[in-house]
């Protein structure tokens, strides 16, 4: 049998899905964007990453993000995204913002890492090879390269776009001087930055203390929150212990050491005002994170549509009072 042609929702600008304004630009994003930095890769069946996808269109996520290095393997899961572009994405290109990174370890030899000019411009081009695509409407640093020249690694970026390979650029975990130079740079070419990427969470509140989030909305960038779940600390899935399924147990980015006894007290307490909500830890979470107008969108992953969908219902949260944020950080002290 062959598999119908896809047809997105009707109803998918209803109004469920809100958007943010990103900076001082034209661009709206929605407040949850889809990440694939799980769950598209080769490893991984197509026709669940093709299912995921398709639930989040079909629910106003317009935003889809990725790397060169997403997968695994490597370029495994913008592949996948170039499937799906093939088969269902293709007329609704218009419809979708795509992004695109580089700046992690991707090929061996010296040119496939790091922020040269030669590297990220290879490197997109590989992408947009990959995705299908003619060109991402954001592509990213997507780390401080120490050792390049930031005017190297800048001005690729103003060429990138000058060439049409990328609508918008922006930055990811830049520390916030070099994030100063990137904005007064990108700028002065009339390339303004158009985000910043950074982790931030309940249990991870860098950006706050670090200057990048108040940083970005001075000079007119947005803010887009990676990690807002802790890679899973932040949902009830290890309040009883690991499953044999879970990132800790597969041995990932998330370690048994993160899992200390202050930890998991500091989960259950945040388990139990979460469901004193009406919510689950997951959705408070993210509700957690969006209370802030600072940030434009959070980046979710999703390995199956039931787990986008239960991420989605922290949209209809209702707003936190003074004495839960009040309790949210005696509990995370």
């Known amino acids: 049998m062959i598999n119908p042609l896809y047809n997105p929702a009707p109803g998918r600008y209803d109004g469920s899905m809100k958007y943010r304004r990103c ?4 661009i709206l994003l929605p407040e949850i964007s889809l990440g694939l930095w799980h769950n598209f890769g080769d490893v991984n069946p197509l026709a669940n990453s093709m299912a995921i996808a398709h639930y989040a269109f079909d629910h106003g996520i317009t935003h889809f993000d990725l790397a060169n290095n997403y997968g695994p393997s490597y370029g495994s899961a913008e592949e996948t995204f170039g499937a799906i572009m093939r088969k269902s994405f293709a007329p609704y290109r218009d419809e979708l913002f795509i992004a695109t990174k580089a700046g992690y370890d991707m090929w061996p030899g010296p040119y496939g890492n790091w922020g040269s000019r030669k590297y990220l411009m290879a490197s997109l081009d590989q992408s947009l090879r990959r995705m299908n695509l003619d060109y991402v409407d954001l592509f990213y640093s997507h780390r401080y390269d120490p050792a390049t020249p930031l005017e190297e690694t800048l001005q690729a970026l103003v060429d990138i776009v000058r060439r049409g390979k990328a609508l918008y650029v922006g930055i990811s975990r830049w520390p916030a001087e070099a994030a100063a130079t990137a904005y007064s740079y990108l700028a002065a070419r009339d390339v303004p930055c158009l985000i910043y990427q950074g982790r931030y969470n ?5 950006p706050e203390t670090d200057g990048t989030l108040a940083q970005a909305a001075a000079e007119g960038a947005g ?7 802790a890679q899973g600390l932040l949902t009830d899935r290890y309040l009883g212990g690991i ?3 879970s990132r800790i147990a597969h041995g990932g980015h998330l370690k048994k050491e993160a899992l200390t006894p202050a930890t998991l007290s500091r989960i259950a307490a945040l388990n139990d005002l979460a ?4 919510q689950t830890l997951a959705q408070m979470a993210l509700s957690w994170v969006l209370r802030d107008n600072a940030v434009t969108s959070v980046l ?5 549509t039931q787990q986008l ?3 989605l219902r922290a949209l209809e949260a209702t707003p936190f009072t003074n004495d839960e944020l009040k309790e ?3 509990i995370c002290k």
Request: proline share 6%.
């Open 328 to 330: 949210i950080d005696d």
């Open 202 to 206: 309940i249990f991870d509140r860098a």
């Open 275 to 278: 469901g004193r909500r009406g």
């Open 23 to 26: 900076g001082r630009s034209g």
């Open 243 to 245: 499953p044999a399924d």
């Open 300 to 304: 979710v992953g999703a390995s199956s």
């Open 223 to 229: 803010y887009i929150c990676f990690s807002p779940l």
């Open 309 to 311: 969908a239960d991420s």
